[in-house]
């Protein structure tokens, strides 16, 4: 997929982020097929940032495990492209 395409496609797959810039969702990518490397290295070089992951108290009796300690990363939800990124 060449880099217009690959704009194309984040722009139809995104909506507006309250910075100004544009969020896409890492599952909507996914969706897309088996260009997700390409389309990652793209919003990569394109000043595109994973969306900081809002922290969350832990929940009950066994939450520090679920939520905490000694989990591994998780891969980030969405995409934030700064504005005029898609333009």
């Given at each position: 997929?060449d880099?217009?395409?690959?704009?194309?496609?984040?722009k139809?797959?995104?909506?507006?982020?309250?910075?100004?810039?544009?969020?896409?969702?890492r599952?909507a990518?996914?969706?897309?097929?088996d260009?997700?490397p390409?389309?990652m290295?793209?919003?990569?070089?394109?000043a595109?940032?994973?969306e900081?992951?809002?922290?969350s108290?832990?929940?009950?009796?066994?939450?520090?495990r679920?939520?905490?300690?000694?989990?591994p990363?998780?891969?980030?939800?969405?995409?934030?492209?700064?504005?005029g990124a898609?333009?």
């Open positions: 997929m880099d217009d395409g690959i704009r194309v496609l984040v139809r797959l995104s909506r507006p982020h309250p910075s100004g810039g544009d969020v896409v969702e599952a990518i996914l969706a897309e097929g260009d997700f390409s389309i290295h793209w919003i990569d070089d394109h595109g940032v994973p900081a992951a809002k922290a108290a832990p929940k009950g009796l066994h939450g520090a679920l939520d905490g300690a000694g989990a990363p998780r891969a980030p939800l969405r995409y934030v492209l700064p504005a898609l333009a």
